[in-house]
C-alpha cells in the first residue's frame, strides 16, 4: 500500500515560511490527523504533496513518485481542497460524470459515490444551490471516485451538521480499515481525535508532533487525582508524608487537587488511614488541552483568552 513521504520540505511566499524542513510519513491503515493554528501550514503542506505549488526546498511524494508522475493521478490520490471549486451551474451529478469521463471511471461509479455521501437526493440539482455542508459532501464523492489509496482530505468536516460530522468519522475509519492512507486536516483536536489514529500537528509550518492518538495524550497527560473529604487536614498530612501536596481548590466547593498521584493509589492511601473520602477521581486533561499547550506560541494569529479556561 502506499504512504505519503514529506522530506525536508520548505515553502516560502515572498519573505513569508509557510513550511519549514518538514519531515513525516503518512502510512496506510490507518487515519492520520493533521492538526495545527490557523496558519500552521497544513494548506500549502497538503498542495505541495498534490503538486498544485513547487516547493522551495525538500520533495512530498505519494508511494515513492511525485504527484505529477503519477499515470492516472484520481486512481491513486483523492482529494478534498477547497469545496467551493466545483463549477457551480454544473448539477452535482453532471459534475461527478465529467469528472469520471476524463478519467477512465464507469458511470455506474458516480450513482455508488451519490449514494454513498448522502447525495441523492439532491444530485440533479445545480451545485451554486448546495450548502457547505452538501459541497463537502460533493467533494468528498469527487475524491473516492476513483477508488485511489491515499485520501487527503482538507477540514473535510466544515459546514457538516452532527448527523453529517458521525458520517464522516465513520467514512474515515471505513476507509482505512480498507488499507487505505488517509490524511485529515483540521485545527479541532477533541474532533479529530475521535476517529484519527496518528496526529501529525504543525506550528508556523514546523513539526511539532508525530505520534499515535493515545502517546500523544499520554506523553502530554500529567497524571493527578481530585478528591473530596471530611476530615482535610489527616489528609493533607497523609499525602505529605508520601510526598504528594493536597491543594484546595479555588471554587470552595471542598474539591482538592493531588498532582502526580492515580486514583487507586490515593485510594489505597487514605482507606489506609481510615480518612473518609466523598469523591475520588483521575483528572486527565483533554487531548484540546493538551493541544492548546501545546500550539499556545505556535499560531501566527493567537488571542489572548478571554477568559481562564476551567480544568475538566
Ligand atoms: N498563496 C499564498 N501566498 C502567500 N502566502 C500564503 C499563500 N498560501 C499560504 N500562505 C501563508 O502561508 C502560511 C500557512 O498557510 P496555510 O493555509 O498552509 O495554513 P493552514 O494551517 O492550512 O491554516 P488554516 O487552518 O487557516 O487553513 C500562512 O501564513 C499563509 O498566510
Do not use: C
Not at 496518528?198 to 495524550?217: A, Y
Amino acid at each position: 500500500m502506499t504512504s505519503i513521504d514529506v522530506h525536508e520540505l520548505t515553502k516560502d511566499y515572498g519573505p513569508i515560511r509557510a513550511v519549514d524542513t518538514l519531515t513525516f510519513s503518512v502510512r496506510p491503515g490507518r487515519v492520520t490527523g493533521f492538526l495545527g493554528p490557523n496558519g500552521a501550514g497544513k494548506s500549502t503542506t497538503m498542495r505541495l504533496v498534490l503538486g498544485l505549488d513547487r516547493p522551495t526546498a525538500g520533495s512530498a511524494t505519494i508511494g515513492g513518485q511525485a504527484y505529477a508522475r503519477l499515470g492516472n493521478p484520481l486512481l491513486s490520490v483523492g482529494a478534498l481542497l477547497d469545496p467551493q471549486a466545483a463549477h457551480g451551474s454544473r448539477t452535482a451529478r453532471d459534475h461527478l460524470t465529467a469528472l469520471a469521463t476524463s478519467n477512465g471511471i464507469g458511470r455506474s461509479r458516480v450513482e455508488e459515490m451519490i449514494e454513498q455521501t448522502g447525495l441523492g437526493p439532491v444530485g440533479g440539482r445545480r451545485i451554486k444551490t448546495f450548502s457547505l455542508g452538501m459541497r463537502q459532501r460533493l467533494g468528498i464523492a469527487a475524491a473516492l471516485l476513483g477508488d485511489p489509496g491515499v485520501v487527503m482530505l482538507d477540514e473535510p468536516s466544515n459546514g457538516l451538521d452532527p448527523e453529517g460530522i458521525v458520517w464522516m468519522r465513520e467514512l474515515m475509519r471505513k476507509l482505512a480499515g480498507e488499507g487505505r492512507t488517509v490524511l485529515v486536516s483540521s485545527h479541532l483536536m477533541n474532533e479529530t481525535s475521535s476517529f484519527a489514529d496518528h496526529l501529525i500537528v504543525l506550528g508556523k509550518g514546523r513539526l511539532l508532533v508525530d505520534l499515535p492518538t493515545r502517546e500523544f495524550l499520554d506523553s502530554r497527560s500529567r497524571a493527578g487525582v481530585r478528591l473530596r473529604t471530611t476530615e482535610p487536614a489527616l489528609l493533607h498530612q497523609a499525602l505529605a508524608r508520601r510526598g504528594y501536596a493536597a491543594v484546595e481548590g479555588t471554587d470552595s466547593d471542598g474539591w482538592w487537587t493531588v498532582d502526580g498521584a492515580g486514583a487507586e493509589e490515593v485510594g489505597a492511601l487514605v482507606a489506609a488511614e481510615g480518612i473518609p473520602l466523598l469523591a475520588l477521581t483521575d483528572r486527565r486533561p483533554t487531548l484540546e488541552q493538551a493541544y492548546l499547550a501545546l500550539t499556545a506560541n505556535e499560531a501566527p494569529f493567537a488571542a489572548q483568552p478571554a477568559h481562564d479556561t476551567p480544568e475538566d
